[in-house]
T-cell receptor
Framework: NAGVMQNPRHLVRRRGQEARLRCSPM?????VYWYRQLPEEGLKFMVY????????ESGMPKERFSAEFPKEGPSILRIQQVVRGDSAAYFC???????????????FGQGTRLTVV | QKEVEQDPGPLSVPEGAIVSLNCTYSNSAFQYFMWYRQYSRKGPELLMY????GNKEDGRFTAQVDKSSKYISLFIRDSQPSDSATYLCAMSGRGSYIPTFGRGTSLIVHP
């Protein structure tokens, strides 16, 4: 049973390019959460999605960032026109049921490390 | 004041020591408390999960929650070099399913 799969593990983009980060949840999990981790900081919540629905995007910047979790395929976090400040590790987690990470066990992927040059 | 405060360390201890990791919080609505372990350049791994106040033990790990003091702890007995990692506390409240994370404490267990 494969865990949460994220790819690519490392991504380098020039300023102004687009970054697309993928997350395949664990088998049987239909809830996905994206977090950003900056050096010297903890995990910051970005967005919570179920299949074909955004449940909570309160942590996601209003500009340039978007996320989706289609009926088929992985969840995608998309960052348009990247800037140096977007450089960070982006983690996704998945859980089998609703209620979020707070009251159900969730599993994290290995993360995608985005570097903007 | 941040909602969740956690000393970043590093905390360096000799092998076999008892380790105490702590977080304080300000939101009295928090009811679910978690500890994650994160090795360098890896994703966080859920270690312990507790609801409300009290203790929970799992092998060498014990999680303690004191809601009256808004203080949670993770104890590691007989610490091993393989326990060297960053430990993140996280917590959430009823109806608020998105946990807030502390910034993590870096633990180094030296042989």
């Amino acid at each position: 049973n494969a865990g949460v799969m994220q790819n690519p593990r490392h991504l380098v983009r020039r300023r102004g390019q687009e970054a697309r980060l993928r997350c395949s949840p664990m088998k049987g999990h239909s809830h996905v959460y994206w977090y950003r981790q900056l050096p010297e900081e903890g995990l910051k919540f970005m967005v919570y999605l179920q299949k074909e629905n955004i449940i909570d995007e309160s942590g996601m910047p209003k500009e340039r960032f978007s996320a989706e979790f289609p009926k088929e395929g992985p969840s995608i976090l998309r960052i348009q026109q990247v800037v140096r400040g977007d450089s960070a590790a982006y983690f996704c987690a998945s859980s089998p049921s609703g209620g979020g990470l707070g009251n159900t066990e969730a599993f994290f992927g290995q993360g995608t490390r985005l570097t903007v040059v | 004041q941040k909602e969740v405060e956690q000393d970043p360390g590093p905390l360096s201890v000799p092998e076999g020591a008892i380790v105490s990791l702590n977080c304080t919080y300000s939101n009295s609505a928090f009811q679910y408390f978690m500890w994650y372990r994160q090795y360098s350049r890896k994703g966080p791994e859920l270690l312990m999960y507790t609801y409300s106040s009290g203790n929970k033990e799992d092998g060498r790990f014990t999680a303690q929650v004191d809601k009256s003091s808004k203080y949670i702890s993770l104890f590691i007995r007989d610490s091993q070099p393989s326990d060297s990692a960053t430990y993140l506390c996280a917590m959430s409240g009823r109806g608020s399913y998105i946990p807030t994370f502390g910034r993590g404490t870096s633990l180094i267990v030296h042989p």
